[in-house]
């Protein structure tokens, strides 16, 4: 754990070393690396924190079937609740900015770059959730070492995006070599657990992923629409504008995408519900006894 945690330190260093030669560049890629840090550790997080014991537990006993539907069930989770996350920020990513930050000492051309990096940052929001997840895998498993070796190749992989990157498109391209390093991370770490414990349900996953790709595209159309009819309402701009151009489509967009997951019978929504009414209860429950 150590080695993965110094790795990723000389991994962040060699980009802040990128990112200072852009003048605002690493504030902009800071502010960006927070917001997508946050789908990942509110819902993301939730779900590992949920599964592990189980895993853990199984791997113990060597009930490798019970194992593996659990990891399976663990990443279909993961992708229907981090979907939609990823595409409200490809989508809204400059509204959101805008908004929340520009009244501050953000400008427009601040918020131009911010929501650019936040864009890039956004393609690597799936595959970096998943990728934590079966990161998890091998430690249930017993097993450091693996996400180790791994890591040092994925480090190796950034830097190369990075430098690759950063000259085509500034501090953006920072932020993508962050996703394309990360999607190979996810490759890497789920041939290996494929490798090492059989077929992981792939059949299942890949109709499920069919599903999301259905109520995300949905959701992007229903977006597109919120915003060219918060543009009509509001023509000449301000911060009622500005407002609406945020809520208005992510909330018309979430409606459509678990709206098209519920018509096409995702299996799914059922765990997301019980995880959610889980922290719900547990919320009460602390609020009652305060």
């Known amino acids: 754990l150590l080695g993965y945690i110094l790795l990723w330190q000389v991994g962040t260093w060699f980009v802040f070393a990128l990112a200072i030669k852009v003048d605002g560049g690493v504030p902009s890629y800071q502010y960006a690396q927070m917001f997508f840090q946050l789908p990942y550790g509110i819902f993301a997080v939730s779900?590992?924190?949920?599964?592990?014991?189980?895993?853990?537990?199984?791997?113990?006993?060597?009930r490798q079937r019970r194992f593996k539907g659990t990891l399976n069930g663990g990443i279909r989770s993961t992708a229907l609740i981090i979907v939609p996350c990823a595409v409200i920020y490809l989508?809204?990513?400059?509204?959101?900015?805008?908004?929340?930050?520009?009244?501050?000492?953000?400008?427009?051309?601040?918020?131009?770059?911010?929501?650019?990096?936040?864009?890039?940052?956004?393609?690597?929001l799936i595959p970096y959730s998943i990728d934590m997840l079966l990161t998890k895998t091998f430690y249930s498993m017993q097993d450091t070492r693996t996400p180790m070796v791994i890591n040092c190749f994925v480090v190796a992989i950034n830097i190369g995006a990075n430098l690759l990157f950063f000259r085509l498109m500034g501090v953006k391209g920072l932020a993508l070599g962050f996703s394309v390093a990360y999607v190979f991370s996810m490759l890497i770490d789920g041939?290996?657990?494929?490798?090492?414990?059989?077929?992981?349900?792939?059949?299942?996953?890949?109709?499920?992923?069919?599903?999301?790709?259905?109520a995300s595209a949905s959701m992007a159309l229903v977006i597109y629409g919120g915003l060219l009819l918060v543009e009509r309402l509001?023509?000449?701009?301000?911060?009622?504008?500005?407002?609406?151009?945020?809520?208005?489509?992510?909330?018309?967009?979430?409606?459509?995408?678990?709206?098209?997951?519920?018509?096409?019978?995702?299996?799914?929504?059922?765990?997301?519900?019980?995880?959610?009414?889980?922290?719900?209860?547990?919320?009460?429950?602390?609020?009652?006894?305060?």
């Open 47 to 62: 779900i590992i924190t949920a599964i592990f014991p189980a895993l853990s537990e199984h791997a113990a006993l060597r």
């Open 91 to 124: 989508m809204l990513s400059r509204p959101i900015i805008r908004f929340l930050l520009q009244h501050g000492l953000f400008k427009a051309g601040d918020t131009e770059l911010l929501s650019g990096v936040l864009f890039f940052f956004s393609l690597g």
């Open 191 to 214: 041939t290996v657990l494929r490798l090492r414990l059989g077929p992981l349900g792939g059949r299942r996953m890949a109709a499920t992923a069919a599903r999301l790709l259905a």
């Open 234 to 290: 509001f023509p000449l701009g301000g911060l009622a504008k500005e407002l609406l151009e945020m809520l208005l489509p992510m909330a018309l967009g979430l409606v459509a995408f678990f709206a098209v997951a519920h018509a096409l019978r995702m299996e799914e929504l059922g765990a997301l519900r019980e995880m959610l009414g889980g922290r719900l209860g547990r919320f009460m429950r602390r609020g009652r006894r305060g």
